[in-house]
């Protein structure tokens, strides 16, 4: 349904007036109608095991999934304010880990099929860091060949392989 030219001035006014941080309620109103520029940390390991975390319960989408650490990109933002981000104020903020690492770019689709996303589309830009095994935070290490069944669906299927394939390209 289109809105009325009415409905889309409210619209814009209403937009004019936000600011971040924006409830969850309208983060994910907003993701379902835009593409999402995302930047995702797969924290892996010198023998090939990467670093995941499970979601909080309550996640609408992925709740008790696990996931590499990632954040939006919000307007404003550079990617290195969300690397800043994912690596000082949230899961990787007490593992030690090397400078992070430019891998690609991945997409996934808005959907609820394999490897795609019931939030939205999204284009992720993909970094890689190197950790400690011994090391974990609150995280588990999982061989990036054998990903758990409960992993979020388009990290397991398409940008956790792809990570794979570019660290550890014989195996």
């Known amino acids: 349904m289109a809105l009325t030219e009415q409905e889309e001035k409210v619209l814009i006014g209403l937009l004019a007036k936000m600011e971040r941080p924006y409830s969850e ?5 907003i993701c379902a109608h835009t593409l999402t520029g995302s930047v995702e940390v797969a924290p892996v390991s010198r023998s090939g095991k990467v670093l995941m975390f499970r979601r909080r319960p309550t996640d609408p989408f992925f709740p008790r999934q696990w996931h590499i650490p990632g954040t939006v990109q919000f307007p404003g933002d550079t990617v290195n304010d969300a690397l800043t981000r994912i690596i ?3 899961e990787l903020r007490d593992i030690r880990h090397s400078d992070p690492q430019f891998v690609n770019y991945y997409e996934v689709r808005k959907g609820s099929g394999v490897g795609e ?3 939205g589309q999204e284009r992720s830009l993909v970094f890689t860091v190197s950790v400690n095994e011994r090391d974990p935070g609150t995280g588990t290490f999982f061989p990036l060949a054998d990903l758990p069944t409960d992993a979020i669906s388009h990290h397991k299927a398409g940008l956790l392989p792809m990570v794979r394939k570019r660290l550890f390209p014989a195996k």
């Open 88 to 90: 000082e104020k949230e």
């Open 25 to 29: 309620k309208l983060f994910q109103a």
């Open 117 to 119: 996303n019931p939030r």
